[in-house]
């Protein structure tokens, strides 16, 4: 890649739109130089911004690895691009969403502050108060179902019982009936 970029770069392009052409082009100087001619139009801070956000939101992004000396302070989902403070979050992420690529950061994620946290905690429990309603009208419906399926079992029941005893009560009175008239 290093012959490539200071190929681009004795033709005149500069350094950061060279990079990302041959990054966006699967190293090759005639696919960078299609990438340039394609987004000639845009300026090259147009195109690093456009770069770094694409980085921000492909899952199939991976995170720079660590240089040598540098501390991994959060870790990175690669699937999704989460930011994740800890190990424990990373594996609660994973265990919810199924995703499994995860790499370490540099990047620091800020702890919130008082005033985030109250804003957070008031969305959280906007959320299970929303949630808590929508369950308790589901209850009531499954309570209400529950009932009229058992009121339906308890009359079935009863039917039967009574069938039974009408047809008991028939076959004694033919019984009777035939031990006082024995033919």
């Given at each position: 890649m290093t012959s490539d970029l200071d190929s681009l770069l004795?033709?005149?392009f500069d350094r950061p739109r060279a990079e990302?052409?041959?990054k966006r082009s699967g190293t090759s100087v005639e696919g960078a130089i299609d990438w340039m001619e394609k987004n000639e139009d845009k300026t090259t801070e147009e195109v690093v911004a456009i770069e770094a956000e694409k980085a921000e939101t492909d899952p199939n992004t991976e995170a720079e690895a660590l240089k040598p000396g540098e501390e991994a302070k959060s870790l990175v989902c690669n699937d999704c691009g989460r930011k994740l403070r800890s190990i424990a979050q990373a594996e609660f992420h994973a265990?919810?969403?199924?995703?499994?690529?995860?790499?370490?950061?540099?990047e620091e994620i800020a702890p919130l502050t008082e005033e985030e946290k109250k804003v957070k905690l008031?969305?959280?429990?906007?959320?299970?108060?929303?949630k808590r309603a929508g369950s308790s009208d589901q209850d009531k419906l499954d309570k209400k179902r529950n009932e009229e399926i058992r009121r339906k079992s308890t009359k079935e029941v009863q039917d039967i019982k009574e069938d039974l005893a009408k047809k008991e009560q028939l076959k004694e009175g033919s019984r009777l009936s035939q031990s006082y008239n024995p033919s």
């Amino acid at each position: 890649m290093t012959s490539d970029l200071d190929s681009l770069l004795a033709m005149g392009f500069d350094r950061p739109r060279a990079e990302i052409a041959l990054k966006r082009s699967g190293t090759s100087v005639e696919g960078a130089i299609d990438w340039m001619e394609k987004n000639e139009d845009k300026t090259t801070e147009e195109v690093v911004a456009i770069e770094a956000e694409k980085a921000e939101t492909d899952p199939n992004t991976e995170a720079e690895a660590l240089k040598p000396g540098e501390e991994a302070k959060s870790l990175v989902c690669n699937d999704c691009g989460r930011k994740l403070r800890s190990i424990a979050q990373a594996e609660f992420h994973a265990s919810k969403t199924s995703h499994e690529n995860f790499s370490e950061s540099t990047e620091e994620i800020a702890p919130l502050t008082e005033e985030e946290k109250k804003v957070k905690l008031e969305e959280l429990r906007r959320k299970l108060a929303e949630k808590r309603a929508g369950s308790s009208d589901q209850d009531k419906l499954d309570k209400k179902r529950n009932e009229e399926i058992r009121r339906k079992s308890t009359k079935e029941v009863q039917d039967i019982k009574e069938d039974l005893a009408k047809k008991e009560q028939l076959k004694e009175g033919s019984r009777l009936s035939q031990s006082y008239n024995p033919s």
